[in-house]
């Protein structure tokens, strides 16, 4: 599904085209960075901006006090990419700081979607390499996406 795996992490959990992995130590209860790929059917007939301001209304609601930006427009090939950030200093659901950035592309009318969090605030390094990461990563979407 993936281009690339990220050294050092595990598939922890995978239904459909739904795939969440994290670093080789750590367990789906006691998480602190996870990468997730979604590829999904695109039934509403999100573009990429419906969909980013979507999930900024449910993070706000959920982090009053967070913020969402958008870090980056690019392309695959012909294809519109967008990345974004979601910040949380502190989750209520997790009682954990959560930020997560998201890379989204809608090829072919399915939803590809590429998130990594951290329950912690990560460095700026860890920031920058997963951002590379997010750039160069390719997910194969012409598999079946989810009904």
């Given at each position: 599904m993936l281009s690339k795996t990220p050294?050092?992490?595990k598939v922890a959990f995978r239904i459909g085209v739904m795939?969440?992995?994290?670093?080789e130590e750590e367990t789906l209860d006691t998480w602190t960075e996870m990468l997730t790929v979604q590829v999904m059917r695109n039934v509403n007939g999100y573009t990429l901006d419906s969909f980013?301001?979507?999930?900024k209304e449910?993070?706000?609601e959920m982090c009053s006090r967070g913020s969402v930006?958008?870090?980056e427009r690019g392309h695959?090939?012909?294809q519109p990419t967008l990345i974004w950030s979601q910040i949380c200093a502190l989750n209520r659901e997790t009682g954990q700081p959560e930020n997560t950035w998201f890379k989204l592309s809608i090829p072919n009318g399915v939803l590809v979607l590429v998130q990594k969090a951290f329950r912690f605030t990560p460095t700026d390094d860890d920031i920058a390499t997963w951002l590379d990461f997010l750039r160069d990563v390719r997910v194969d979407h012409r598999l079946q996406a989810l009904h």
């Open positions: 050294y050092g992490y795939i969440e992995m994290l670093p980013y301001a979507g999930m449910g993070w706000m930006q958008i870090t695959e090939g012909l």
